[in-house]
């Protein structure tokens, strides 16, 4: 996966660097999103026509690679033998289908702009009349982000017109006196039918609400803040003892709960969701208030090395600030990004995919590991809500052709999907029925596929009084998900700590925005949308024009272009991203992402530097980071293939942005950057 490339990365880069992964797709929502019950009834059982445009922006568009997840009002449910297609083509592979959650692989390809038709079969409506809203999100799409959650226009429930609220009152005799019992006896005085009103009741919001086999994990938490924060995780495998924390499992490559398609990397990617403000009616005295400050306490960000680790965390922050909740992202005492409360009930993020690796061995195949996931949220009240989170990655035993009741329901001998019984050894829908090996099947597994043999691993990730970063900044987000109430750069964060009951748990406060001084922009030129190329003040969302890949076959002479920076007078900084935009289909760089190919094209760095890049097609993000100044001037030099057929680029090919700037101290305002062609 991308982001295991930043492992090197840690503190600000890292958090940067691995969230620049989200932008592939330019941080997109769906166009529009509409649905159409075929019966709008309540409790009535219907199928669902959901009707979603996919985004403008270049590489959104989505392939059969790409997971559709679909999120249905409180109270609806979905079967587990739900049926469906995407433009008339049967969905194939379903990764879930149980209580509000649909999620599938898309069986056909979607280009930027078009409709995206899903119909659903073997829906029951939610029971409380009234407009609902859904969510739909997608994964995995050409450029390899993410659609982000989009909400449906609202549609409405109703309730059944042919059945009144109604008192009845019979008699057994031709009298105007009423009995008082409940029986009807034969008579032919007719009945009558007294109707009375019932109240409308607003319906608790999202699937933390449900009263009935509540999903959600509340996370262990003091009961009266539990609900500010839950677990949403696909949880397919019953594991002894599983509480408000987990332990949840998932059998590697089973894409009921592993997201990550690549049976090769010998991890389980699970499928969590974060759930925010929730009227979880497990936890009566808990008041869902406004969700204001998101920490993540482990893995702890200070000292993070495993890949996995850093990538979790990244995923964390950014499905709880710029890339989702849009809150305020804290690491210890500093706030990397300032954000706003979140006042809506019931709210879940995107899927985040939490990677636990099987433990490796050097003579014997991987066995089961495990990791611990602790938050900290904090509401607009100051109540802190403490959830941990534990996930056991397990072997898979898929392919061996023996059938492991407990977690599969075919295996016909190979890890291949599309055979009737796919990688994870659960059978497909709409594909002929699997054969298996001729090996006996067993309803338990043997000794050597129990996962839980041994001593179990040992959990180093618990915090400490001591995990205070290194560098930190303030990444201004522009109009990108759901972080509308972001600062502009000319604004700082003022940070107090408040004592705390815990000494491993410190309170963030924002304070007011303060002026600072200033640096004069050494690139003054004005941003014109539609120009091809991504200039400061401009956003994907703001300009999608500008953030097109156009194709180009990569030719000589080479194109070099210094990057330089300045801070504001009388400011150091340790660590800083640029945003380097430029005219795809004029100049190109090798490869795409965080591949090797591209950080070989960044050069003249300055020394002992820790660095992340990511190579957008449109834009290339650079993060750098070291414990002494950076230099103000050159921060670096990148080398551009020219594409054939192409005008030559000039000056006005090129935008620089600076997306966030900081020193040991906190965030520093105001720093610019400029693009000069060296050719």
């Keep these: ?48 026509t959901i009707q979603a445009t996919v985004p403008s922006l270049a590489g959104c568009n989505t392939t059969t690679s790409t997971e559709i997840d679909v999120t249905l009002p409180a109270d609806t449910t979905v079967s587990p033998a739900a049926t469906g297609s995407v433009n008339g083509t049967p969905i194939t592979t379903f990764v879930n289908r149980a209580g509000t959650a649909i999620s599938f692989l898309s069986p056909v390809s979607v280009g930027t702009n078009q409709l995206v038709d899903i119909l659903v079969n073997g829906i029951t409506n939610p029971t409380t009349p009234g407009s609902k809203t859904l969510t739909i999100a997608a994964a995995h799409t050409a450029s390899g982000g993410p659609i982000g959650q989009t909400s449906s226009a609202p549609y409405t429930i109703v309730v059944p017109t042919s059945t009144p609220t109604a008192t009845r009152t019979a008699t057994d005799s031709p009298t105007s006196t009423p009995t008082s019992t409940q029986s009807e006896a034969a008579t032919n005085t007719p009945v009558v039918f007294t109707s009375t009103s019932t109240p409308s009741v607003t319906p608790a919001l999202g699937p933390c609400a449900s009263s009935a086999a509540n999903p959600c994990l509340p996370g262990g938490g003091a009961k009266k803040s539990d609900c500010t924060l839950e ?131 050097a003579k014997t195949p991987p066995t089961l590991d495990r990791k ?16 941990t989170l534990k996930l056991e990655c397990r072997p898979s035993t898929c392919g061996d052709g023996v059938l492991q009741a407990d977690h599969e329901t075919c295996d016909d001998g190979n890890r291949l999907s599309g055979d009737g019984c796919d990688q994870g050894c659960q059978r497909e829908p709409n594909t002929p029925t699997p054969t298996p090996r001729t090996t006996p099947l067993s309803p338990t597994p043997t000794a050597s596929e129990t996962a839980t043999s041994g001593p179990a691993p040992t959990d180093t990730g618990t915090p400490t009084a001591a995990e205070t970063p290194t560098t930190s900044a303030t990444f201004t987000p522009g109009s990108v998900g759901t972080a509308t109430a972001s600062p502009t750069p000319s604004e700082t964060i ?79 900084v340790t660590g800083i991203t640029v945003l380097v935009g430029y005219r795809s289909g004029t100049i190109s760089l090798p490869g795409s992402g965080s591949a090797s190919s591209v950080g070989a094209r960044v050069k003249n760095k300055p020394s002992n530097v820790i660095a992340a890049v990511n190579d957008l097609d449109y834009a290339l993000r650079v993060v750098l980071s070291r414990s002494t100044e950076i230099p103000q001037g050159r921060l670096f030099t990148v080398d551009f293939d020219s594409c054939q057929g192409a005008t030559t680029p000039t000056a006005s090919s090129f935008g620089c942005h600076v997306e966030g700037c900081a020193n040991t101290f906190g965030n520093v305002s105001g720093c610019s950057c400029s693009v000069t062609p060296l050719f």
């Design 1 to 48: 996966m991308l982001v295991r490339s930043f492992a090197t990365a840690v503190g600000i880069v890292a958090f940067v660097a691995g969230n620049a992964w989200a932008y592939n797709c330019g941080g997109q929502t769906w166009q529009s999103v509409a649905v159409n019950p075929t019966s709008p009834i309540a409790g009535a059982s219907t199928s669902y």
């Design 231 to 361: 677990w949403l995780v696909a949880s397919p495998i019953a594991v002894a003892g599983s509480g408000a924390t987990g332990p949840v499992a998932c059998y590697e490559g089973d894409r009921r709960c592993d997201v990550d398609p690549d049976l090769s990397n010998g991890m389980c990617s699970f499928r969590v969701q974060l759930c925010a403000n929730n009227d979880d009616p497990r936890l009566p005295t808990c008041a869902a208030d406004q969700l204001k400050v998101f920490e993540v306490k482990s893995p702890p960000p200070a000292r993070s090395k495993d890949p996995a680790d850093i990538a979790n965390l990244l995923a964390l922050e950014a499905a709880a600030g710029i890339d989702g909740f849009g809150v305020t992202i804290a690491r210890g005492q500093v706030a990397l990004y300032q954000g706003h409360s979140l006042s809506s009930h019931g709210v879940c993020s995107n899927v985040i995919p939490l990677q636990v690796p099987l433990r490796n061995h």
């Design 372 to 387: 611990r996931i602790r938050v900290l949220a904090t509401n607009s009240k100051g109540s802190r809500d403490s959830d």
């Design 494 to 572: 003022a940070v107090v700590e408040t004592p705390s009951a815990t000494a491993s748990e410190t309170s963030i406060v924002v304070g007011t925005a303060t002026a600072t001084a200033t640096a004069t922009a050494t690139q003054t030129a004005t941003p014109v949308c539609g120009n091809g190329v991504l200039q400061d003040g401009e956003t994907c969302t703001s300009c999608a024009a500008d953030c097109v890949v156009r194709s180009c076959t990569a030719t000589t002479p080479v194109r070099s272009v210094e990057v330089d920076f300045t801070a504001p007078v009388g400011q150091s």
